[in-house]
């Protein structure tokens, strides 16, 4: 008995050293918004990126995340630094976002997770040419036999240039031909819900935005994933310029009266605390708000990403 409870208590501290090896690889123990986002600043100031958060970027156990429920019709599938969301219909489900290299099992398996079917997935909308948002797209087109993959004329242009300028490095990566070529303004609906694209260039010039109806008990939500948050890829003030007005535009919408924005789905949840909200939400109580619907936040968010941008656009003029 004693050597038995010896051998466990062994196995137990080779198992923490173990979880504190992966730990230090991880960089964070689990997925602190605040410390993510802080590391990222560091980053866009130097343009470097630190070779422990690179790591970090790139390891499964690091990033893995257990698929969750945003919303009744809703489920996280991403993992801990970019996201992707598969909102379901009646008449199908849509996928927002790919992510990319080592992740594509891991969408894969979490998309099972969810108990969705891969034949389910009506439309994969993309909201950009980076690698972390369509990089997936070429492992997952062939096991998504009914899916249509959409971005804007500009995304699918930014996604295929990418790609060819990632061959030969050891993150290449491949994308598919153009499917659907979305445009502002421009409606998908499946089941009953509208998925609106709404054109944001500034993150990249072909960046574009998402919104569609969330659902909580009996209350329905309109929500959003803006496609692109960070100034990392700007090439001058004009971009900058553009990326002012999509917030600008952003910002109208989200206050629009009477059919405004009250949820926003992020494309890296460590903008807007997204992990933290997941933690509250699975300790909400019975009749207690939804912790995600905060049109508050979300302008805060925006105000934020705002003046970020109209410091960059200074910064941008005096060069
Ligand atoms: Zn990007």
Redo the contacts with the bound molecule.
């Keep these: 008995m004693v050597a038995m409870v010896r051998q466990i208590v062994a196995g137990v501290v080779l198992s923490l050293g173990a979880a504190g090896a992966v730990s230090a690889q991880a960089l964070f123990d689990g997925c602190p918004s605040g410390q993510i986002q802080q590391r990222f600043a560091e980053f866009g100031k130097t343009g470097k990126m630190p070779p422990d958060l690179g790591r970090w970027l790139n390891t499964p156990e690091a990033q893995a995340v257990a698929p969750w429920k945003a919303f009744d019709n809703v489920d996280y599938v991403g993992i801990c630094w970019v996201s992707a969301w598969l909102v379901h219909t009646d008449e199908g489900t849509v996928l927002i976002d790919t992510l990319y290299g080592p992740f594509q099992q891991t969408l894969i398996d979490n998309i099972a997770q969810t108990g969705t079917d891969l034949s389910d997935i009506r439309y994969v909308l993309m ?4 690698f ?2 369509v990089g997936g797209a070429a492992a997952l087109k062939p096991l998504l036999p009914n899916a249509t993959f959409v971005m804007t004329r500009g995304g699918w242009d930014e996604a295929m240039a990418g790609a060819a300028a990632s061959e030969g490095t050891p993150r290449a990566w491949k994308m598919i031909a153009p499917d659907m070529v979305a445009a502002d303004g421009d409606r998908i609906t499946l089941g009953g819900n509208t998925f609106t694209v709404i054109e944001t260039p500034g ?2 010039w072909g ?1 574009a935005s998402y919104t569609f109806d969330v659902k909580d008990g009996d209350e329905t939500y309109r929500a959003i994933t803006i496609g ?1 948050l ?1 100034l ?2 700007i090439e001058g003030p004009e971009q900058v310029e553009a990326y002012i007005a999509s917030v600008d535009h952003l910002r109208a919408l989200v206050e629009a009266p009477g059919n405004g924005i009250d949820v926003h789905l992020s ?1 890296h949840g460590f903008s807007n605390n997204l992990d933290e909200d997941r933690q509250a939400l699975a300790a909400r109580a019975p009749g207690e708000a939804h912790v995600l619907v905060n049109p508050e936040g979300l302008l805060a968010q925006i105000a934020f990403l705002r003046d970020r941008a109209a410091e960059r656009l200074q910064a941008e003029q005096g060069k």
């Design positions: 909201t950009h040419g980076h972390d948002h993150h990249t960046t692109g960070g990392n890829a494309t």
